[in-house]
């Protein structure tokens, strides 16, 4: 939506001094409701570092066609109540974001990054963004934790730094990967599957260290199986490479981007303190299993050549149905077949 202006006859000639302060409550009663708001947000309301990036801009000196309910809920400087803070913006956090908004208009969604080279493109999808340095002078009620590991020295730091801008109202969560899971043989696993123990791995050593702080701290996590999508994703790799050194039998869960998104959505709406989730679609498949998949849809045009791998290792078959049935919450994609338009 475009910028509401118009005109008035009143001349707002300086900024109220901090002794005028008292003569709030008269102003009450002699403006409109929605001007004396207008008036009190834009002089007396503490405004985030944050730019913001609200879909309604409005003049100063208009209320014209705005509500009452509009102006407290989205005002610049305020922080409404379902407002979301996504740190790690990627595939993963701008679905987060569309699927938030649907259910959240008129709520301001923020970005969090390492580097400012998308942040056009955030601005664009209607976030607005801001570097990992930037400290908002307000806390947000959501806050999503989509990073990963691979660009920091200090990935339990920065979860942490995350969660100071949560303002423990609504939920802070952290999408982990199912890699902590101590299971190499292709057996079963849950959600109280036990884990690694910290020292044997330093990949796992990260996550572990970084979901501790997260549920420290009262928020959640979500550990994700591998992510994909029709042009991203484990078999759209092994499209690229065409050959691939590691075996074929080991099994991989899948779990779409969106369905990823739509799960972390309804476990923040769900408030939830200190939990740990998981994500993933209940079809486990060998690494040979998906390739015949993708081959057998005819929906890629390039040639895969095959596994050459014998000595790595196996991997797990995961079950999520404790999550699904407390979250309540299913899959847009069930499994890899039915994305691709299979029969199983």
């Known amino acids: 939506m475009g910028t509401i202006a118009c005109c008035t006859t009143t001349k707002v000639s300086r900024s109220p001094r901090l002794s005028e302060l008292s003569s709030l409550p008269a102003l009450s009663l002699i403006l409109p409701r929605a001007s004396f708001l207008l008036f009190r947000n834009l002089y007396f309301t503490p405004r985030p570092r944050l730019r913001m990036a609200s879909p309604l801009q409005v003049s100063a000196s208009s209320t014209v066609g705005v509500s009452q309910e509009g102006l407290e809920d989205s005002s610049p400087g305020l922080v409404g109540e379902n407002d979301l803070l996504i740190v790690g913006p990627g595939v993963l956090g701008r679905m987060v974001a569309e699927q938030w908004r649907k259910e959240h208009p008129g709520c301001q969604i923020f970005g969090q990054t390492m580097t400012t080279d998308h942040h056009d493109e955030l601005i664009k999808l209607g976030i607005d963004p801001s570097l990992r340095e930037t400290r908002a002078t307000q806390q947000f009620p959501y806050v999503i934790f989509c990073a990963p590991p691979s660009r920091t020295v200090d990935y339990p730091g920065d979860v942490r730094l995350a969660a100071s801008n949560w303002n423990g109202k609504g939920s802070f969560l952290f999408t982990s990967s199912s890699a902590p899971y101590d299971c190499y043989d292709n057996g079963s696993c849950d959600e109280d599957s036990p884990v690694v123990p910290i020292g044997r791995s330093p990949r796992t050593d990260v996550l572990l260290k970084a979901e501790s702080v997260a549920l420290e701290i009262g928020?959640?996590?979500?550990?994700?199986?591998?992510?994909?999508?029709?042009?991203?994703?484990?078999?759209?790799?092994?499209?690229?490479?065409?050959?691939?050194?590691?075996?074929?039998?080991?099994?991989?869960?899948?779990?779409?981007?969106?369905?990823?998104?739509?799960?972390?959505?309804?476990?923040?709406?769900?408030?939830?303190?200190?939990?740990?989730?998981?994500?993933?679609?209940?079809?486990?498949?060998?690494?040979?299993?998906?390739?015949?998949?993708?081959?057998?849809?005819?929906?890629?045009?390039?040639?895969?050549?095959?596994?050459?791998?014998?000595?790595?290792?196996?991997?797990?078959?995961?079950?999520?149905?404790?999550?699904?049935?407390?979250?309540?919450?299913?899959?847009?994609?069930?499994?890899?077949?039915?994305?691709?338009?299979?029969?199983?």
């Open 219 to 344: 928020g959640c996590v979500l550990r994700l199986s591998a992510l994909y999508k029709a042009d991203k994703g484990a078999h759209v790799y092994w499209l690229e490479k065409g050959s691939v050194e590691v075996r074929p039998d080991h099994i991989l869960n899948l779990i779409h981007y969106e369905d990823a998104a739509s799960l972390s959505i309804a476990i923040l709406k769900k408030k939830f303190r200190g939990r740990i989730f998981l994500g993933c679609d209940n079809h486990p498949l060998s690494r040979q299993e998906i390739m015949d998949l993708v081959i057998k849809s005819g929906k890629f045009s390039k040639k895969f050549e095959g596994f050459t791998g014998t000595n790595d290792p196996l991997g797990k078959r995961l079950n999520n149905s404790k999550t699904r049935a407390e979250i309540g919450w299913e899959p847009k994609y069930p499994s890899f077949a039915q994305f691709l338009g299979l029969q199983e």
